[in-house]
């Protein structure tokens, strides 16, 4: 039976971290061949950490953000976020737990081209219940200017640079006031001046209080958290830093 999760009440607080995987595992199939892609992973995130999660092509980061964000589910092991048990859920009530609980940064920024700016912020709250049209302008004028981009509002994803168009992004997971941050490579498409201005974005944002937990193969970046994960063939092979 799935756990019940309604997107009208809160997430329970919760004294213990904010994510928990314990001996996660997700094995992929085809007709002739057995991927596992994590083996036995046990990752905790607290309130309020920056995480980045570091490894060679193929280690299997990627599949782990996934698991993270509920856009896939472990094969075995146990996943709590937010003190929800994430296995027990329903594919629908995984989805509400995601719009409300997480946020994405991506490498391709994925921007919806004919949308303008403040519309491709305003999206994830239109999934919401409850916020009408003047709400979710609002709030998204508010992310955008938190970001340094309220003044190209009426612009669209075309006329904006890369590293504006990741700031868009950014303003984009936040607006939705997540409880977790999923940076995919957030600096993979953009020159060493635009990712470093993504970088000094995503620190600010975490000492304002943001938990993030971000991919990166750059260990300039990696710096930028407090604590680094690192992966090899699906397993979590060492951590540097301090825990929460």
């Given amino acids: ?49 920056f995480v980045a999660i570091a490894g060679p092509s193929g280690c299997g980061k990627s599949t782990l953000l996934s698991v993270l964000g509920l856009l896939d589910v472990p094969s075995s092991g146990q996943y709590r976020l937010n003190g929800v048990p994430v296995n027990e859920l329903a594919a629908a009530e995984r989805a509400r737990l995601r719009n409300r609980e997480i946020g994405f940064i991506f490498q391709s920024f994925n921007l919806i081209a004919d949308l303008s700016v403040l519309e491709n912020v305003e999206l994830p709250l239109s999934y919401r219940r409850g916020l009408g049209r003047s709400e979710r302008r609002q709030r998204a004028q508010q992310v955008l200017e938190r970001v340094g981009m309220a003044h190209r509002t009426r612009h669209y994803p075309a006329q904006l640079s890369g590293g504006q168009q990741q700031r868009v992004a950014i303003a984009r997971a936040l607006v939705g006031e997540p409880s ?30 943001t938990t993030i937990c971000m991919v990166t193969h750059d260990s300039r970046h990696a710096a930028f958290a407090q604590r680094r994960v690192q992966m090899l063939d699906g397993r979590i092979v060492a951590a540097a830093g301090t825990e929460c």
């Fill in 1 to 49: 039976m799935s756990a019940s999760v309604s997107s009208d009440v809160p997430t329970p607080a919760n004294a213990g971290p904010l994510l928990q995987l314990k001996q996660v595992g997700k094995v992929f199939f085809t007709e002739d061949l057995e991927t596992h892609a994590l083996r036995g992973v046990d990752l905790s995130i607290g309130r309020g950490e």
């Fill in 180 to 209: 977790l941050l999923l940076a995919d490579e957030p600096t993979g498409n953009l020159d060493s001046e635009n990712g470093e201005a993504v970088m000094q974005l995503l620190g600010e944002l975490h000492r304002a209080g």
